[in-house]
């Protein structure tokens, strides 16, 4: 009787660490990093952000991405108040930042499943033009929300995610404005290595 116990605990272990495996999001960052734009934006006597919107043809969580547009404006109102207070002088920069991926698990879910729910994870890119249509830079940004953290939190996890994305984001603009630096994707190496494998 308490083999048959061992050997239906150890089964049960088994099976959720696969769940859990399984749980992991499948959206990965090409890089750690981002080059530099081609020029500091303060090269531009006005910067306009666009709203955050789906690349073409992905429908994914409206929810996600709407918390993530309303965290870079909130981030950035200062800095473009101050940036375009400044004389004009012909140029303009255009910010539009892009979603490209994005799991993105709701409080409710997360409640009801927990770490099953799975992972959460969400992918960015932000395409900076010049008013010529010309492209100054494309940094991409990449977070996740691990099933197990997310998961005992009630989506806590999930939503500091958004933030999170949306912070790298407003930090590489202000980054780049006095000097084109470059600046984090916010991925780690494993992320990276795991897109790489794939």
Known sequence: MQ????TVILAGALLALTMLQGCATRIK?????????SEA???????EVKPTVFA??????????????????????????????????????????I?????????????????????SGVRMRVMIRD?????????????RADAMAAGFTFG???NLMLTRIANLTSAYIKANY????GGPTGADNKAVEAAMTN
Do not use: C
């Not at 083999?3 to 061992?6: A, I, L, Y």
């Not at 969580?61 to 965290?71: F, R, S």
């Not at 008013?131 to 977070?143: C, I, L, Y």
């Not at 006095?178 to 630096?181: F, K, Q, S, T």
């Open 131 to 143: 008013n010529k249509g010309a492209v100054v830079a494309t940094p991409e940004f990449f977070q």
């Open 178 to 181: 006095v000097r084109a630096e």
């Open 41 to 47: 934006f303060s090269s531009f006597g006005r910067i």
């Open 156 to 158: 806590v996890h999930d």
């Open 56 to 97: 073409e043809g992905y429908k994914g969580n409206q929810a996600g991405m709407a918390k993530i547009d309303e965290n870079i404006r909130k981030d950035l109102a200062e800095s473009l108040t101050s940036w375009n207070a400044a004389p004009a002088n012909g140029r303009v920069l255009t910010i539009e930042p």
């Open 3 to 6: 083999k048959v116990s061992k």
């Open 29 to 37: 960052a090409s890089s750690t990093t981002n080059p530099p734009p």
């Open 99 to 119: 979603v490209e991926e994005i799991q993105f698990k709701s409080g409710a879910k997360r409640v009801l499943l927990g770490p099953l729910a799975g992972s």
